[in-house]
């Protein structure tokens, strides 16, 4: 409504090409670090080395690159293991980043206090935290072992089992995930009015109605949000396998970022890895599609 | 009733939260031979630094030019924290200015395509820059940059979430105020510097936490980009001790420690301005 007004004023801001001026040094830069390299995927997955006596050679393959991946067990084990690991841990931290937005949320003594706690996990680097986890999740000496043994528990090979590892790995990156996407939902806790709760309390709605009829419904945005935001970050993550397992045991969890990574940088296969980017790159721009359906600006 | 059931959840999720960290404090002060000592099996104990010592800082800090205990030499994480450091205040002033410029066009300008253009600055923080890494690494490389200071820093320095901070704050600066400034014959320059820079103090927070955290937790684009010892930053150093020196575990904690503390120091007393920072940026128009 400010808008329209200032905008119908005779003396609304158009001022030639000076706002491109001040766009100039952000758009240089976000073109040529962010949207190049996303039309450069394209081209990079159609490249390939060559090994030749004249030492290697970037050459045109075509879609030799998407060949080869599709024929490649390790890359088919990577998209499976991926899958369930996005299965999982996305609505596994939703929930959990609600519930610990409620819990927050409450009017209680010393709240302040706890929220600042809470805050740690998020401040802490995600490699910091996944290396004191690899102390702590040691199959040997590992003080999470160390308290099943206090009581009487055999010990558990968290990092080192097939069995174990991936969902070690999904507990360490809930551990620090959580208490971020918790601010985004205690913000929207915040922000529905007293006065529609305080309505509810007075027609009778017990604290369950209250949760699904109010609360849920108000926060809906929130929840698609944090739910299509965390699945974007999950599906690129790469500290937590590469510090904790490095992929391992028998590629259990190997994520698809840790592949990439391993493909270009390990073993020099920019082509391959560069088509696994155009898959990743293909599926992302779905999700972020509905991701921009949520936050885009309405004003147009 | 309801409030010691709150209570009790309370404090258990803190119970989850603190535990690694208060181990991980504790054993960064105890000598080598006492670390895994109340460990296995788990006691109270371990939460407390047994025999207090600096000497795990000490040695974390200096490096170790001398192989005791076996150890392979170490390079100290001295240096790489101070060029972290560096790095991250550069991102911050520099990133910082060029996104201000962008937010305060997008808030405060009509111009043709804008829609287009603040479409495209949502969509680059949206994609994960991640995805993108191997096209951004050939395209780096291309520019000869691989194994420099720039190589790390210039491609982090816009970003479109810190834009749209940027642009959400300046929007509730009234067009009029800015307007008197401009009738009363004061140029661009001007007006930036005494009008719109002193409101600005909480979104230059916000933004420069945001930035600042940003560059002192990346890690894997440096670690690809510029790989060799002398271009080394504090979570790829820390990252690749983890190898050389498995066993030492006082000396891995407390290298943790030193980089976690800074992040800690910079959010807990700002936590306000942070939680503005990137919640506006994911829920308000």
């Known amino acids: 409504m400010a808008r329209a007004i200032a905008e119908a004023k005779p003396f609304g801001r158009r001022e030639g090409w000076i706002p491109f001026l001040f766009l100039l040094p952000a758009f240089s830069l976000l073109a040529l670090f962010r949207l190049i390299p996303v039309l450069a995927s394209f081209r990079e997955a159609l490249y390939g080395n060559v090994f030749s006596a004249a030492g290697p050679e970037h050459v045109f393959v075509g879609l030799r690159n998407f060949e080869a991946l599709l024929q490649d067990p390790v890359f088919w084990k990577s998209v499976k293991v991926t899958m369930l690991f996005s299965l999982v841990i996305n609505p596994l931290q939703a929930t959990l980043a609600l519930g610990l937005g409620i819990l927050a949320n409450q009017p209680v003594r010393g709240i302040r206090f706890f929220r600042s706690i809470y805050l740690l996990p998020v401040a802490v680097s995600l490699n910091i935290v996944c290396l004191i986890w690899r102390l702590m999740l040691d199959a040997n000496f590992g003080l999470v072992n160390g308290l099943l043994a206090a009581f009487d528990l055999p010990s558990q090979p968290f990092l080192g089992a097939e069995s174990h590892a991936l969902w070690s790995i999904i507990a360490v990156a809930t551990w620090k995930g959580v208490p971020y996407w918790t601010i985004f939902f205690l913000a929207g806790l915040q922000g529905i009015p007293k006065s529609i709760l305080e309505a509810a309390a007075i027609d009778g709605a017990n604290s369950v109605q209250m949760f699904l009829h109010v609360t849920l419904p108000m926060l809906r945005r929130v929840i698609l949000f944090v739910l299509v935001a965390d699945t974007i970050i999950n599906f690129v993550l790469f500290i937590p396998p590469f510090v904790l397992t490095g992929g391992g045991p028998q590629l259990s969890t190997n994520l698809l970022m840790l592949e990439t990574y391993r493909k270009g940088f390990l073993f020099g296969d920019t082509g391959g890895a560069g088509a696994i980017s155009v898959l990743l790159l293909g599926i992302m721009v779905i999700i972020v599609g509905i991701e921009f359906a949520l936050v885009r600006p309405r004003e147009a | ?285």
């Open chain 2, 1 to 285: 009733m309801k409030t010691v059931a709150v209570y009790f959840l309370l404090i258990l999720v803190a119970a989850l939260v603190l535990l690694p960290l208060l181990w991980a404090v504790s054993a960064s002060f105890t000598p080598l031979e006492k670390v895994f000592e109340h460990v296995y099996p788990f006691s109270w104990r371990a939460l407390v630094p047994q025999d207090f010592t600096w000497e795990a800082y000490t040695n974390v800090f200096q490096g170790r030019s001398h192989t005791a205990q076996s150890v392979a030499p170490q390079p100290g994480l001295g240096r790489p924290v101070v060029s972290t450091f560096i790095l991250a205040i550069g991102t911050v002033v520099v990133g910082g200015l060029i996104c201000a410029l962008a937010g305060f066009a997008f808030a405060q300008f009509d111009f043709r395509g804008k829609n287009l253009l603040f479409s495209l600055v949502l969509l680059s923080f949206m994609m994960p820059v991640e995805v993108t890494i191997i096209p951004l690494f050939v395209l780096v490389k291309q520019l000869g940059w691989v194994n420099s200071w720039q190589g790390i820093w210039v491609p982090g320095l816009v970003h479109g979430m810190v834009i749209f901070v940027f642009r959400q704050f300046f929007s509730e600066i009234p067009r009029d105020l800015i307007d008197a400034a401009r009738v009363d014959g004061a140029g661009w320059f001007r007006t930036l510097r005494s009008i719109v820079l002193p409101l600005s103090l909480p979104v230059l927070i916000s933004a420069g936490l945001i930035l600042f955290l940003y560059q002192w937790d990346a890690f894997l684009w440096p670690m690809v980009i510029s790989p060799s010892q002398e271009f080394r930053l504090v979570q790829v150093a820390i990252s690749l001790s983890i190898e050389e020196h498995q066993t030492l575990w006082n000396e891995l904690l407390a290298g943790s420690m030193f980089a976690a503390i800074l992040p800690i120091l910079l959010i807990l007393p700002f936590q306000r301005y942070y939680v503005r920072g990137i919640t506006g940026s994911g829920l308000k128009e």
